[in-house]
Structures are given as structure tokens and as C-alpha cells.
């Protein structure tokens, strides 16, 4: 079954402390992107890669990163999390011009 | 500069009507235009799509579109609301891929079916 998966699925953390969101498709998409979704504001792209080795900053890249160093895997990293990092995520995976596939989610709350 | 705009936050249908979710989009060039749906606690699923060809695109759960150019509209549409249609609606545009790719959303729809 084509599908990005993303774990975990919720995660409750205190502010400052290191967190990685992983995110793994199996369509053999080479764009893949992390989104926000933030209620009133609709989902906002944070990072993507258009492929392997290559990425860059969305609309909304304060406080995070990525990797993307196979094809299938495009993590999110929260090097120092805070509050207002508080949010739902959205991993997503698409080829050029075509609908994106997106993931289950994860409910991020930073205390 | 691309945006997606949705007017109403909220649309509220009795079950068996027409159901009508209004988007409208500014872009540079040919638009790349979807609908999703989200579930509560779900992830966005991918309703339909207009890249080019007829005005009228059909998409899954018998929701369809139309494509306006004139009045840069791209409005989701169904005959016959279910309930089960009770959901949050987003409308997007794909900024070319030379500008990254990205999905622009709008704000999003809640869509309230009543029986």
C-alpha cells in the first residue's frame, strides 16, 4: 500500500530538549516536505527536498531542520523545542506537479 | 505571488442539498489546483486535482470541482451531502517547481453535514 508513514504520532516534551519526527514514504517520490498546521492558518511548508542531498527552507524554517539522505527518509529535527513550536505536523511526499501523499500526522505539544 | 483564499470558515448543509466549498487562488502562470479532505485526527487525503483539460474535474467520495479562470475560482462541489461528508476542507495551489514546489493552502473549510 503506497503510504508516508510518520512517527511518532503524538509526543508530549519539555522546552529545550532534542526530538526527531521521522518520516518514511514508499512511492519513490523525490519531492518530500514537512508542513504545520496551525488552527486559522491552514498548513504552512517548513522544509523540502526535491531530492536526495538537496533541501531547503520553506515559509515557517525557524527552530527546525532536515536530512534527507535516502529518498524514502526525510526526518524533522527540533534541535532546542519551544512553546511556540507547539503544533500539528505534516510529513507529505509528491513527483513534480502531481497531489502530494501525506501522513498521519503528529501532534507536537512543547511545555 | 501565489495564494489560495476560503472565504467561509464554515458551511453548514442539511444532508441530501448541494454542497458548494468556495475557493479562490492568485498564481503567475498556469495554476496546479487540489482539494483535500482531513478527517478529525486524520491526515489530509487527496479529493481531485485540476492541472489542465476540462473545467469540470471529478474526484473521489463523488465530489467534483470546477475551474473558473476568469474568476480564478476553483470551487468544490457534491449533488447530495452525506454526513458522512462532515469534514475539514483545504484548497491548494502548487507553486511551480522552480520556486520549490511547495502546496499553498488556504485556511480551510468546516463542512457540516446535518442529517
Known amino acids: 500500500e503506497a503510504q508516508v508513514t510518520q512517527n511518532p504520532r503524538y509526543l508530549i516534551t519539555v522546552t529545550g530538549k532534542k526530538l526527531t519526527v521521522t518520516c518514511s514514504q514508499n512511492m519513490n517520490h523525490e519531492y518530500m516536505s514537512w508542513y504545520r498546521q496551525d488552527p486559522g492558518l491552514g498548513l504552512r511548508q517548513i522544509y523540502y527536498s526535491m531530492n536526495v542531498e538537496v533541501t531547503d527552507k520553506g515559509d515557517v524554517p525557524e527552530g527546525y531542520k532536515v536530512s534527507r539522505k535516502e529518498k524514502r527518509n526525510f526526518p524533522l529535527i527540533l534541535e532546542s523545542p519551544s512553546p511556540n513550536q507547539t503544533s500539528l505536523y505534516f510529513c507529505a511526499s509528491s513527483t513534480q506537479g502531481y497531489e502530494a501523499f501525506f501522513g498521519q500526522g503528529t501532534r507536537l505539544t512543547v511545555v | 505571488a501565489q495564494s489560495v483564499a476560503q472565504p467561509e470558515d464554515q458551511v453548514n448543509v442539511a444532508e441530501g442539498n448541494p454542497l458548494t466549498v468556495k475557493c479562490t487562488y492568485s498564481?503567475?502562470?498556469?495554476?496546479?489546483l487540489f482539494w483535500y479532505v482531513q478527517y478529525p485526527n486524520r491526515g489530509l487525503q487527496f479529493l481531485l486535482k485540476y492541472i489542465t483539460g476540462d473545467n469540470l474535474v471529478k474526484g473521489s467520495y463523488g465530489f467534483e470541482a470546477e475551474f473558473n479562470k476568469s474568476q480564478t475560482s476553483f470551487h468544490l462541489k457534491k449533488p447530495s451531502a452525506l454526513v458522512s461528508d462532515s469534514a475539514l476542507y483545504f484548497c491548494?495551489?502548487?507553486?511551480?517547481?522552480?520556486?520549490?514546489?511547495?502546496?499553498?493552502f488556504g485556511q480551510g473549510t468546516e463542512l457540516s453535514v446535518k442529517p
Open positions: 491548494a495551489v502548487r507553486a511551480p517547481y522552480n520556486q520549490g514546489g511547495k502546496l499553498i
Open positions: 498564481v503567475s502562470g498556469n495554476p496546479y
